[in-house]
């Protein structure tokens, strides 16, 4: 069961200086409390003044009564915005709510996930789940989402961007892609999103095929694990997981996953701002040897990044594909005191277990297999062979197996 954390941060109220004055029968009482701090409390503290300032004058000032509760919503996400890293960042209520809806895999919404370039700001859709709103209107995987109703797209703005697609089922929201050079317009009705992250099935040649899409619903690994003990019970010599398109998630499910292949190895291991190679994440004893390819993309990110750099360090499976994505760094995910909001907050970097860096570099395939660019909005179905990087990665299990 993996684990997460949830840090509730303690609220320091300082009262100092107030004065209370109290009249009574025409006599002027004046009564002063005072709490005293330390100096180095009093300097964290005085760093605060001018927002403590600034609030005041609009309180004072301001034409209309100000929303104060909006307004340091906003100010934390601008507190946040100053690290300049796009993986930190606030979960107002609305969205630490949504957060978790994601992870029990149930939503309403139209049924696409996204991944953000940050890079060039974009945002582009890795998955367009079947049978949803999404599917039926004729999205399609790798569209670049640029506009939702008023919201142009960036990765400033996906979140209010998939708020936005959320909603009541039966209402309609207007979506805009760029395909190509054609910029498409969809209006779309929203419905109950159920979210698999697993779909697996036997090829040819006794090849079982497993796609993890995410990791990031309390049944993956349990959905993994019959995966892979239906096929083996159907008798597949090799194994092809594929991870394309997988953002990532949670790092416990990528160290799961790689406890099926790995027999007491390590996993993955992080550089934090005070402390070098902690942390570090093992699997447990006994393995599965059954013969391993692993396809990765640019799209590949994260936990995928830590699943398939382990499994390349030890030489247990051929990755085939493209470069992945270069997400090296970990993330918290910290409930905050008054327990409807939240933060994630970058902690350390990671490395695989022979030492690599991954941020800003990704994972280099063994077998490198570039996708057609006709193909690049080609929908495909699970296990179709015209694929030509499940094609290579199916003639390297046929070898492996032999």
């Known amino acids: 069961m993996k684990k997460r954390l949830f840090i509730c941060l303690l609220i320091l109220t300082l009262l100092t200086g107030i004065a209370f004055a109290f009249s009574a029968s025409g006599e002027s009482l004046r009564r002063r409390s005072t709490v005293t701090i330390d100096k ?9 003044e001018k927002l403590d300032e600034v609030l005041q004058y609009i309180q004072a000032y301001y034409y209309k009564d100000p929303d104060v509760d909006a307004m340091l ?7 946040l915005a100053g690290l300049e890293d796009p ?24 049924g696409i996930q996204l991944l953000g370039n940050y890079a060039d700001q974009t945002v582009k859709i890795t998955r367009v789940f079947r049978d949803t709103p ?4 004729g999205m399609r995987k790798n569209d670049v989402l640029v506009r939702v109703e008023d919201i142009e797209v960036t990765t400033e703005t996906m979140q209010a961007a998939v708020n936005t697609m959320r909603g009541e089922v039966g209402g309609t929201v207007q979506v805009e892609v760029l395909r190509g050079e054609e910029y498409i317009t969809f209006d779309i009705t929203r419905a109950a999103i159920h979210t698999n992250n697993v779909d697996y099935m036997m090829l040819e040649n006794n090849v079982g095929y497993v796609v993890l899409y995410q990791f990031a619903t309390d049944a993956l690994i349990n959905d993994f694990t019959k995966a892979m003990d239906a096929l083996e019970a159907e008798g597949a010599k090799s194994i092809i997981l594929d991870l394309r398109d997988n953002p990532g998630g949670w790092v416990d499910d990528a160290v799961n996953v790689a406890d099926r292949f790995l027999d007491r190895k ?9 402390e070098k190679h902690v942390d570090e994440r093992y699997t447990k004893n006994g393995a599965d040897d059954i013969p391993l390819v692993v396809l990765v993309n640019g799209n590949s990110a994260s936990s995928s990044e830590i699943l398939s750099g382990a499994l390349k360090d030890y030489g247990r499976a051929t990755i085939v594909g493209t470069q ?36 800003g ?10 996708m057609p660019e006709e193909m690049t909005y080609a929908d495909l179905e699970l296990g179709d062979m015209n ?3 499940l094609a290579a990665a199916w003639d390297e299990a046929v070898r492996l197996a032999q």
């Open 361 to 370: 570099i990704g994972i280099t395939p063994d077998i490198i297999v570039e």
């Open 266 to 274: 390590l996993v993955v291991y992080t550089n934090t701002r005070y």
């Open 87 to 110: 993986y930190t960042f606030y979960y107002d209520e609305e969205n630490w709510k949504s957060m978790w809806e994601d992870e029990e895999g149930e939503y309403t919404g139209i």
């Open 134 to 137: 999404a599917q039926a209107v």
């Open 73 to 79: 919503d906003t100010a934390i996400q601008g507190l």
């Open 324 to 359: 992945t994505f270069g997400k090296g760094i970990m993330q918290y995910v910290l409930g905050l005191s008054d327990n409807v909001t939240g933060m994630q907050l970058t902690y350390c970097e990671y490395f695989t277990p022979k030492g690599n860096s991954v941020h």
């Open 40 to 48: 180095t409390e009093y300097d964290r503290l005085k760093q605060y």
């Open 387 to 389: 694929d030509p990087q």
